[in-house]
């Protein structure tokens, strides 16, 4: 499909997402939303793309939703799914990236606030440098986090450090962020999507139905006991062993001494 807000593009196994309201500081309207979530869903059902990255246009990563334009959840009387459901389009946006079973890196090139904070937590490797700046904003105009930021926050840096950012609405540096674990690579701002695209390289040359299966039993796993984990790792082992094609190559390169070359098959 054809985007508006948003610049999609596949290079290898690689895909690679930049928000595109660079006069908005990307702020996420009603189109922008919308189209971050298509592209999410079309990255998850082509089966080249094996790792994703998500970055802003300009200075700005995300700074949240668009108030300024028509609010995402105005959009008139919502479905009876959607009532039921009845997490509004922040939850949907979070799950949907939550629940892309392939690899996701945000490189946080500026201001990453609210929702745009978020969004960056919600992915599984965040990539900055001495420009990106995080804001959790909510407290400050009066309501509680959302886009998955309480779940997200506090698995990443702890309880009491996610509460002093959310408490306070304080913003963030880019090096207190990699000190607190925000950020997981802390590079020059000219290096960012080359380290983000170094991480995607080691990603995807190994093989997709392993990585895929140890993203799952990684979330999986977070919440329950030892022994329930466990028995989700042999399950996600199974799963991994699906590809006896990519088995057969990593013997064969390994004999022949050289790089394989996994297909997923």
């Known amino acids: 499909m054809g985007y508006e807000c948003l610049e999609f593009t596949v290079e290898g196994h690689l895909a690679t997402l930049v928000l595109n309201r660079p006069e908005k500081l990307n702020a996420l309207s009603l189109t922008l939303r919308d189209e971050l979530q298509a592209a999410i869903a079309e990255s998850r059902s082509r089966d080249e793309i094996r790792a994703v990255v998500i970055t802003g246009a300009g200075r700005g990563?995300?700074?949240?939703a668009d108030v300024t334009g028509p609010r995402p959840d105005a959009e008139g009387i919502p479905s009876q799914n959607e009532r039921l459901d009845d997490m509004g389009w922040v939850g949907e946006l979070a799950m949907t990236l939550y629940e892309l079973?392939?690899?996701t890196i945000a490189v946080v090139n500026g201001v990453a606030a609210g929702a745009g904070m978020s969004l960056a937590l919600a992915c599984d490797m965040r990539v900055g440098s001495e420009v990106s700046r995080f804001k959790t904003v909510f407290a400050e105009r009066g309501i509680s986090p959302d886009t998955g930021m309480s779940y997200f926050l506090p698995r990443i840096i702890?309880?009491?450090r996610a509460v002093d950012l959310i408490f306070t609405s304080r913003g963030v540096t880019g090096e207190e962020a990699y000190r607190l674990g925000l950020l997981d690579r802390f590079v020059a701002k000219e290096e960012m999507m080359d380290a983000a695209t170094e991480i995607a390289d080691m990603v995807v040359g190994l093989p997709p139905m392993a990585?895929?299966?140890s993203k799952r039993v990684v979330q999986q796993n977070q919440?329950?006991?030892f022994h329930r984990a466990l028995r989700n790792e042999l399950n996600a082992i199974s799963y991994a062993r699906r590809s006896?094609?990519?088995?057969?190559?990593?013997?064969?390169a390994f004999v022949e001494k050289r790089k394989p070359d996994f297909t997923g098959t």
């Open 158 to 160: 702890g309880y009491s």
């Open 244 to 252: 006896p094609n990519d088995q057969k190559e990593q013997i064969a």
């Open 101 to 103: 079973d392939k690899p």
């Open 223 to 225: 919440d329950l006991d």
């Open 61 to 64: 990563f995300c700074s949240g």
């Open 211 to 213: 990585i895929r299966s």
